[in-house]
Nanobody, 117 residues
Framework: QVQLVESGGGLVQAGGSLRLSCAAS????????MGWFRQAPGKEREFVAG???????NYADSMKGRFTISRDNAKNTVYLQINSLKPEDTAAYYC???????????WGQGTQVTVSS
C-alpha cells in the first residue's frame, strides 16, 4: 500500500508561482513512476507531468515551459513547480504513483490551486 499526501496548493495571483509537493510512503519510492494530474471543475482529469524512477521527466504538450517536475528520493517526495500561473491553471492537482512489479496505481487526495486574475 502506498500513501500519497499532496501539499503546497493555495490561492495565488496570476503571474505568480507555486511548488506542489507529494510525499509518498514506502521503502521503494525510488522505483516508482510518479506523475501529476489536474482536474478543473466540470472537466476531466488531465495529465500534467510525469517522472521516471531514473529521473527522466515528461510533460503534456500543453504544459511544457511553465511546469517542472522533479523528485527527491531521499525525501520520498515529488515536486511540481508551476510558474507564470494563469487563471486557467485553477484546478485540483493530484499526485499519482505507479508502484510494484505491475505498476499498480495509487492516487493522493489532491491539493487545490486557485489562480485569481
Amino acid at each position: 500500500q502506498v500513501q500519497l499526501v499532496e501539499s503546497g496548493g493555495g490561492l495565488v495571483q496570476a503571474g505568480g508561482s507555486l511548488r506542489l509537493s507529494c510525499a509518498a510512503s514506502g521503502r521503494t519510492f525510488s522505483s516508482y513512476y510518479m506523475g501529476w494530474f489536474r482536474q478543473a471543475p466540470g472537466k476531466e482529469r488531465e495529465f500534467v507531468a510525469g517522472i521516471s524512477s531514473g529521473g527522466n521527466p515528461n510533460y503534456a504538450d500543453s504544459m511544457k515551459g511553465r511546469f517542472t517536475i522533479s523528485r527527491d528520493n531521499a525525501k520520498n517526495t515529488v515536486y511540481l513547480q508551476i510558474n507564470s500561473l494563469k487563471p486557467e491553471d485553477t484546478a485540483a492537482y493530484y499526485c499519482k504513483a505507479l508502484a510494484g512489479a505491475f505498476g499498480f496505481p495509487y492516487w493522493g487526495q489532491g491539493t487545490q490551486v486557485t489562480v485569481s486574475s
